[in-house]
């Protein structure tokens, strides 16, 4: 193990705190990720049938293959990085088990030390390497106390059900927010604050703000619900304040809250282990920080879901320990509306404060999700956080000049995006750090990605027969819901409905529909979604072109969230209306030489093309890479959704996982 302080007062407890996730995995090679509260000596055991014959393989995970980075006194990530000199099999059930030798005593496996983690009897938790993606379960928006159920419960009980490994999801895709870093509750901000000082979470000292450092954010009294008032009262930061700590108001979708929005590098990782797993949750007490009689009521109806969602992360951290999982930013996992359009990035980067904020989120999320995409791009900076812990000051903060250096080399990092060498191939878009500014006018929202972003998209695409991208945001979104975006664009006001899509910059919408129509690009795309918290699919063909390409939108959002009901059925109801296929409208859309034909919910009541209601998606895929059957699972137990093509009048159906393979 590398070098690291001794941890103090780790008698009580537990060892683990978080994991393991599967994160990555490939037969040749495995990344898991894991947290514990001091540095652990772990063998990675797997354990499977090849060939009619069992095999059993002992991996003691020495300082070539875990790399561990203190975060606090008595918090230690663990990044497992084992490569394989022989291939794992394909379309097994792979057992594993991560030991933990503990001085004096037999090595315990997760069977001791996270039963919560195994399915029915078994001793052990499973993984299955599929040899080509033929279903995968996909989904994005998971804010803890919004609420509705978590959809992720829905992933757990398609596990749960009887199942061999042909019928095993090849992954789960979150395709942005996984957490929500700044619309935070007041019963989570109190368990950031209560699992950091019980950890021992690293503090830092911070510029720009009315306190100094750490310590006197978690005790000031403005810490709950008022960090608008942390800010220095400058009229000069009008604009800053309102974006990063007030209730931003947004009557047309939605409202945000973000006036508990999380500041610290320690705040956003206790976040992280308080999502992912139960264990922290065992180390907190139900006290309730001083509040104003107002807030107070708040705090009590927040908690009620907060309750409901810690209930589940039981279910959630098995989920995450059984199927690969990978994940991509959106906004919510940094601020809202991060770097939207040129004048955001200024406001937002030109102040210490908010761009300390900001950086510290793309820290965490380097930490918790993006390593375990694509670990080797990440090597320099894993070895700058491991400097930056290691020269804390007296106080036990971080170094702050090696933290804003790594920050200012985070913000011009171009590698959050990845491919996967699948079949079909899996290419995973970065939609929030490479945009398309606009020079005209710094206010309009900024295209997604750059031109030269887009033409690395494109060589990526050369010559596969088929493709599945994920993009955040709907590359084929709902024109009625654009539009508005758009007119609150001239307006002068994109902040008001987060105006953020692939048709709102001219630039990128431009260049991404030719790629889709360049003749060596695939001629099948899936394009995974979420973002907008509702589903619904889209079937695109290109117009006045018979062979190809053949386009699927499939959105599925959120996990933990969904769209205000009756403004969603208005919608739903007017796009219809004003964009059928008579409408003259259509012409006046960037995407009017594209052919789109929604898919309808088979519990569609009259018409409805959006499906309102937290779940995750699911999607099967034949062999040519289309998608041919697309569920969506509902998180309040109700049966699956099924989008059908209306022109074929098919049947509705509720698949579960053992559905898979149908074509």
């Given at each position: 193990m590398p070098a690291t302080s001794t941890p103090s007062n780790t008698t009580n407890l537990p060892q683990v705190l978080a994991g393991p996730l599967l994160r990555r995995?490939?037969?040749?090679?495995?990344?898991?990720?894991?947290?514990?509260?001091?540095?652990?000596?772990?063998?990675?055991?797997?354990?499977?049938?090849?060939?009619?014959?069992?095999?059993?393989?002992?991996?003691?995970?020495?300082?070539?293959?875990?790399?561990?980075?203190?975060?606090?006194?008595?918090?230690?990530?663990?990044?497992?990085?084992?490569?394989?000199?022989?291939?794992?099999?394909?379309?097994?059930?792979?057992?594993?088990?991560?030991?933990?030798?503990?001085?004096?005593?037999?090595?315990?496996?997760?069977?001791?030390?996270?039963?919560?983690?195994?399915?029915?009897?078994?001793?052990?938790?499973?993984?299955?390497?599929?040899?080509?993606?033929?279903?995968?379960?996909?989904?994005?928006?998971?804010?803890?106390?919004?609420?509705?159920?978590?959809?992720?419960?829905?992933?757990?009980?398609?596990?749960?059900?009887?199942?061999?490994?042909?019928?095993?999801?090849?992954?789960?895709?979150?395709?942005?927010?996984?957490?929500?870093?700044?619309?935070?509750?007041?019963?989570?901000?109190?368990?950031?604050?209560?699992?950091?000082?019980?950890?021992?979470?690293?503090?830092?000292?911070?510029?720009?703000?009315?306190?100094?450092?750490?310590?006197?954010?978690?005790?000031?009294?403005?810490?709950?619900?008022?960090?608008?008032?942390?800010?220095?009262?400058?009229?000069?930061?009008?604009?800053?304040?309102?974006?990063?700590?007030?209730?931003?108001?947004?009557?047309?979708?939605?409202?945000?809250?973000?006036?508990?929005?999380?500041?610290?590098?320690?705040?956003?990782?206790?976040?992280?282990?308080?999502?992912?797993?139960?264990?922290?949750?065992?180390?907190?007490?139900?006290?309730?920080?001083?509040?104003?009689?107002?807030?107070?009521?708040?705090?009590?109806?927040?908690?009620?879901?907060?309750?409901?969602?810690?209930?589940?992360?039981?279910?959630?951290?098995?989920?995450?320990?059984?199927?690969?999982?990978?994940?991509?930013?959106?906004?919510?996992?940094?601020?809202?509306?991060?770097?939207?359009?040129?004048?955001?990035?200024?406001?937002?980067?030109?102040?210490?404060?908010?761009?300390?904020?900001?950086?510290?989120?793309?820290?965490?999320?380097?930490?918790?999700?993006?390593?375990?995409?694509?670990?080797?791009?990440f090597a320099e900076h894993l070895r700058q956080i491991q400097a930056m812990s290691s020269s804390r000051d007296g106080h036990n903060h971080l170094d702050s000049a090696a933290q804003d250096g790594l920050i200012d080399q985070l913000l011009h990092f171009h590698h959050w995006h990845y491919v996967l060498p699948t079949a079909p191939a899996l290419v995973v878009l970065d939609t929030r750090t490479r945009r398309w500014r606009s020079e005209r006018n710094l206010k309009r929202p900024s295209g997604l990605m750059d031109w030269e972003a887009l033409c690395e998209l494109q060589q990526a695409l050369l010559d596969h027969t088929s493709a599945i991208i994920v993009s955040p945001a709907p590359i084929f979104g709902v024109k009625l819901i654009e539009g508005v975006q758009k007119l609150f664009n001239w307006a002068g006001q994109p902040l008001m409905v987060d105006a953020e899509n692939w048709m709102a910059h001219r630039g990128a919408a431009q260049v991404i529909l030719n790629i889709f129509r360049h003749s060596r690009t695939p001629g099948n795309y899936v394009i995974l979604s979420g973002d907008v918290h509702y589903s619904f699919v889209y079937e695109v063909l290109i117009r006045q072109r018979k062979s190809g390409p053949h386009i699927w939108q499939i959105t599925s959002s959120g996990l933990k969230n969904e769209f205000p009901p009756r403004l969603l059925d208005w919608f739903d109801r007017l796009n219809r209306w004003l964009y059928a296929p008579w409408s003259p409208l259509n012409w006046l859309t960037k995407r009017r030489r594209m052919q789109v034909e929604p898919r309808i919910p088979s519990r569609s009541k009259a018409g409805e093309r959006l499906w309102n209601g937290a779940g995750i998606g699911q999607v099967f895929f034949n062999e040519q890479g289309q998608p041919c059957e697309i569920i969506q699972h509902n998180a309040d137990g109700s049966p699956p959704v099924t989008f059908v093509d209306d022109r074929d009048n098919a049947p509705a159906t509720q698949a579960t996982l053992s559905t898979a393979g149908k074509s």
């Open positions: 995995l490939q037969p040749d090679r495995l990344l898991l990720w894991l947290v514990g509260s001091q540095p652990l000596p772990l063998t990675l055991q797997l354990a499977f049938a090849a060939e009619g014959a069992p095999a059993s393989y002992d991996y003691p995970l020495t300082d070539d293959y875990c790399q561990v980075l203190q975060i606090g006194e008595r918090a230690f990530l663990h990044l497992i990085d084992l490569p394989l000199q022989t291939p794992l099999p394909c379309d097994v059930q792979i057992d594993y088990d991560l030991l933990i030798a503990t001085d004096g005593q037999p090595p315990q496996g997760i069977a001791q030390w996270a039963a919560h983690l195994l399915y029915g009897n078994a001793q052990r938790p499973n993984f299955v390497l599929r040899s080509r993606i033929d279903q995968l379960l996909h989904g994005s928006c998971r804010k803890p106390h919004h609420a509705a159920a978590d959809g992720l419960l829905c992933a757990d009980r398609l596990l749960a059900a009887a199942h061999g490994p042909s019928q095993r999801p090849a992954l789960l895709l979150m395709s942005g927010d996984q957490v929500y870093a700044d619309d935070v509750s007041g019963p989570m901000l109190r368990a950031i604050h209560q699992l950091s000082e019980r950890l021992g979470l690293f503090g830092e000292r911070l510029e720009g703000a009315v306190v100094d450092d750490s310590d006197a954010l978690y005790v000031h009294p403005a810490s709950y619900y008022q960090r608008a008032d942390l800010l220095p009262a400058l009229a000069s930061n009008e604009t800053l304040r309102e974006k990063f700590f007030g209730g931003v108001e947004k009557p047309i979708f939605t409202s945000s809250s973000a006036d508990n929005h999380l500041v610290t590098l320690a705040e956003v990782l206790a976040m992280y282990l308080l999502v992912w797993s139960p264990t922290p949750w065992t180390l907190l007490t139900t006290e309730m920080p001083a509040l104003s009689a107002e807030q107070a009521t708040r705090y009590q109806r927040e908690r009620v879901h907060i309750d409901a969602f810690r209930a589940g992360l039981g279910q959630v951290a098995r989920v995450l320990a059984h199927l690969p999982t990978l994940m991509i930013f959106d906004d919510h996992d940094v601020t809202d509306d991060w770097n939207l359009s040129a004048q955001w990035e200024q406001t937002a980067y030109g102040h210490p404060f908010s761009k300390r904020i900001i950086g510290n989120a793309l820290i965490a999320y380097l930490l918790c999700q993006g390593w375990g995409n694509n670990p080797d791009v």
